[in-house]
């Protein structure tokens, strides 16, 4: 069994910082690409940051100089640094890994449970 858990959210004032952990855990072959996607309420999940396997990186425009992702591909475990947080990053923030499994022949995708970010004075 595949599972995703996030770690690291909470609650924090306009301009500070906190860092996310996803670690993926089960059988598995290969992560292709690890991400994190965000909702807040009344709106679609929307792209966040993701990264590949070999390190290429890809960000929506409104975390660009603020927010960090990266990867520890030996730990199956992605993070994501936020820096000068805002209100409008308030949402919940969710894990996602693209892989294949061990003992399949098709890769898919695959979601934690989300962590509440709130940033709020």
């Known amino acids: 069994q595949v599972q995703l858990v996030e770690s690291g959210g909470g609650l924090v004032q306009p301009g500070e910082s906190l860092r996310l952990s996803c670690a993926a855990s089960g059988s598995i072959f290969t992560i292709n690409y690890m991400g994190w996607y965000r909702q807040a309420p009344g709106k679609q999940r929307e792209l966040v940051a993701t990264?590949?396997?070999?390190?290429?990186?890809n960000y929506a425009d409104s975390v660009k100089g603020r927010f960090t992702i990266s990867r520890d591909n030996a730990k199956n475990t992605v993070y994501l640094q936020m820096n000068s947080l805002k209100p409008e990053d308030t949402a919940v923030y969710y894990c996602?890994?693209?892989?294949?499994?061990?003992?399949?022949?098709?890769?898919?995708?695959?979601w934690g449970q989300g962590t509440q970010v709130t940033v709020s004075s």
């Open positions: 996602n890994a693209y892989l294949w499994p061990l003992g399949t022949d098709y890769r898919s995708d695959y």
């Open positions: 990264v590949a396997k070999g390190g290429g990186t």
